[in-house]
Nanobody, 116 residues
Framework: QVQLVESGGGLVQPGGSLRLSCVAS????????MGWYRQAPGKQRELVAT???????TYADSVKGRFTVSRDNPKKMVYLHMNGLKPEDTAVYYC??????????WGQGTQVTVSS
């Protein structure tokens, strides 16, 4: 059974930085794609960034050049380094994990608020 636990959210001023972390439990995790989605109030959940088992990354256009996704397979962790944060980045951020033939697994989410 897969479990994902996020940490690192909080309140930050515009232009600031945060690092989100997610630790996964389960087996064969190194073969999965891991990453982050977010959901702002009144909006649908959207992709932020993912990294597959070969290290190939994908980013939403809105975060390219500001966010960096990375993973540490031995530690079963995925990270999201967020720089140049904007108020529109305010959302609940969800860690996700997926194999090619599985549905997405989700963490419980961590709140990121960007405000002065």
């Amino acid at each position: 059974q897969v479990q994902l636990v996020e940490s690192g959210g909080g309140l930050v001023q515009p232009g600031g930085s945060l690092r989100l972390s997610c630790v996964a439990s389960g087996s064969l995790l190194s073969f999965a794609t891991m990453g982050w989605y977010r959901q702002a109030p009144g909006k649908q959940r959207e992709l932020v960034a993912t990294v597959d088992n070969r290290g190939t990354t994908t980013y939403a256009d809105s975060v390219k050049g500001r966010f960096t996704v990375s993973r540490d397979n031995p530690k079963k962790m995925v990270y999201l380094h967020m720089n140049g944060l904007k108020p529109e980045d305010t959302a609940v951020y969800y860690c996700t994990l997926k194999w090619s033939t599985s549905p997405n697994y989700w963490g419980q989410g961590t709140q990121v608020t960007v405000s002065s």
